[in-house]
């Protein structure tokens, strides 16, 4: 449409109407990020539950606790049998030197701390201390070489990055005394008084220690409680790995998503984006040059949009054409009586002859009319769109309509030449939807019109009937008819077709234009035929 023109863009951005924005422009666009974050919703509270799995922590824990209290009750079971001495003052007593090579042996498989208190409190034996010739020696485990070592350093590096989460503040600080006494652990405690308990720690680095007492019975006597301690690796681990697990799907989701929302928003952001620019250009642009582009191949909502703005950027154009040639038929129709008013007016001024001038005012008058008749009719037909947009219809009768029409020329001087007859289905009201002065006013023009062409005595007759797409209005006379050719033409505006002898000037031309305008916004038709027998009839077709 020209040359470009600087506009202001929909989104507040200056531009250059028509120019191309650049791919990451167009991906960028907020419809295309609102369907994303939309999308992207699900996938990020999924990822949020890496750091929320309560519930399935509690599971392991209850899980490791109750594994430890089988592996505690199998030792303590063997340390009331096998380590356990009589003496005749205090009846059956630990032997602390059996006690200590027997919870060695029975933890180390299990990779378990152990620790024997007897019923003194005192600690007899530790699974991790060991006599050695300069005094006791107290082991520590190493991590495990290989791809279990770099799996652990990652999962260190994500306690370390992830202490930020909440912990239980509860839990009670994990200590290691040198010399521990039972008075320590409360759950040692409880061991002592012939109970099994468990308890839950936390180091002070971080992470938990899980511990399980039992008490060892020789014959129902308790003669020491067995503390069985371990940390909260494995569940570190078990978590760290359903974390893992959540990731990788979070990540997968997350590239389906992506890739859904961008196929998404090219079958709906772009698309539509494409259409607002369309519809830009031709705001801005001077031609007809640029076309709203055709996408009635979806077959969808989007196809259905682009053929909505392509037709009405034709009813755009055509109601443009129709403004442009409706002002230059008005200048047209409007000069010829200007230019015979103006000659009359400067004739007047110089001829002296009475009946002269009076012949000259006439025609004057006939021109001032003619001009009057003129800017009504092109006054009432400029309204009529604007009014016909903003009514709001209500049933009218066409059958009383017709009945009333008939009855009121009837009466009227110049149509006492002519009979009116009134054919309509008995009972039924023709009732139709619409706006019932403008409808008056369309059956006035055909019965005003069919009265002229009529003959002394003819008849007019007014029928009406109902249809299958609603009812239809005829309107007959026993006129000359309509030449072939001029069926369409006279409803053309100014286009006037009068029967011989009548004054030139008395019709505007613009009655069954405005007539057609009229029907055609009630959603009906009006058209005209000859009759066979002679005459012309208009027919009317208006929907229900």
């Known amino acids: 449409m020209g040359s470009a023109i600087a506009t202001a863009m929909p989104d507040g951005r200056s531009g250059v109407a028509g120019r191309k924005l650049p791919r990451w422009r167009r991906l960028a666009s907020p419809l295309t990020r609102r369907i994303l974050a939309v999308n992207l919703l699900a996938p990020v509270v999924l990822v949020i539950g890496l750091f929320y799995l309560d519930h399935y922590k509690q599971g392991l824990i209850r899980t490791e606790l109750e594994g430890l209290g089988t592996h505690a009750k199998v030792m303590a079971a063997a340390l009331g049998e096998g380590a356990v001495t009589e003496e005749e003052a205090s009846g059956f007593r630990l032997n602390q030197a059996m ?57 260190l590096t994500w306690e370390r990055y992830t202490r930020w989460i909440p912990v239980d503040e509860s839990l009670p600080l994990y200590t290691n005394p040198a010399h521990p006494k039972a008075g320590e652990f409360a759950e040692v405690m409880s061991a002592l008084a012939g109970h099994q308990d ?30 069985i301690t371990i940390d909260g690796t494995n569940i570190a681990r078990s978590l760290f790995q359903v974390r893992v697990a959540i990731l990788e799907i979070f990540v997968l989701s997350l590239a389906v998503t992506i890739g859904l929302s961008l ?16 519809a830009e250009r031709v705001r ?13 191949a979806r077959k969808d909502e989007i196809g259905e949009l682009s053929v909505a703005l392509k037709e009405m950027t034709e009813a755009l154009w055509r109601r443009m054409d129709a403004i442009e040639a409706f002002a230059a038929d008005v200048a047209h129709e409007i000069k010829n009586p200007l230019t015979s008013l103006r000659s009359a007016v400067e004739t007047v001024a110089r001829i002296e002859n009475p009946e002269q001038q009076r012949r000259l005012m006439a025609i004057i008058l006939d021109d001032v009319g003619r001009l009057n008749r003129l800017i009504s009719d092109i006054s009432d037909a400029s309204r009529i769109d604007a009014e016909m947009s903003r009514i ?58 069919a009265v002229s062409f009529s003959p002394s005595g003819g008849t007019i007759r007014l029928r009406a009937g109902r249809i299958p797409s609603g009812v239809r209005v005829e309107v007959e006379d026993d006129g000359p008819g309509i030449p072939a050719n001029k069926l369409e033409s006279i409803f053309e505006r100014f286009y006037s077709e009068r029967p011989s002898g009548e004054k030139f000037g008395t019709h505007s031309g613009l009655g069954l234009s405005i007539s057609r305008q009229i029907v055609e916004a ?17 027919i009317l077709d208006l929907p229900t």
Do not use: C
């Not at 070592?149 to 999962?155: E, K, P």
């Open 198 to 227: 468990w308890a839950l720690r936390v180091r002070k680095s971080g992470g938990l220690v899980l511990s399980v007492a039992v008490p060892v019975q020789h014959y129902k006597q308790v003669v020491g409680g067995l503390l």
């Open 392 to 449: 709001e219809t209500a049933p009218v009768s066409m059958a009383a309509m017709l009945n009333a029409l008939a009855e009121v020329h009837s009466g009227v001087a110049e149509t006492e030449a002519v009979v009116f007859a009134v054919e309509l289905p008995d009972g039924d009201p023709l009732e139709v939807p619409g706006l019932e002065s403008r409808l008056v006013q369309v059956l006035r023009n055909l019965i005003a019109n």
């Open 522 to 538: 009630h959603g009906g038709s009006l058209r005209a035929e000859n009759r066979p027998e002679g005459g012309a009839v208009f």
């Open 99 to 155: 006690a200590r090579q027997m919870l060695r042996r029975l933890a180390e498989p299990a990779k378990l701390r152990a620790r024997l208190f007897d019923k003194d409190g005192d600690m007899v034996a530790d699974s991790r201390i060991r006599p050695g010739p300069k005094g006791a020696v107290q082991i520590e485990e190493l991590p495990v070489a290989g791809i279990s070592r770099w799996a652990d350093r990652l999962r």
């Open 284 to 296: 801005h642009g001077q031609g007809r040059g640029h076309a709203i582009p055709d996408l009635s």
């Open 263 to 278: 196929y998404l928003a090219g079958t709906i952001a772009r698309p539509v984006r494409r259409l607002a620019l369309a």
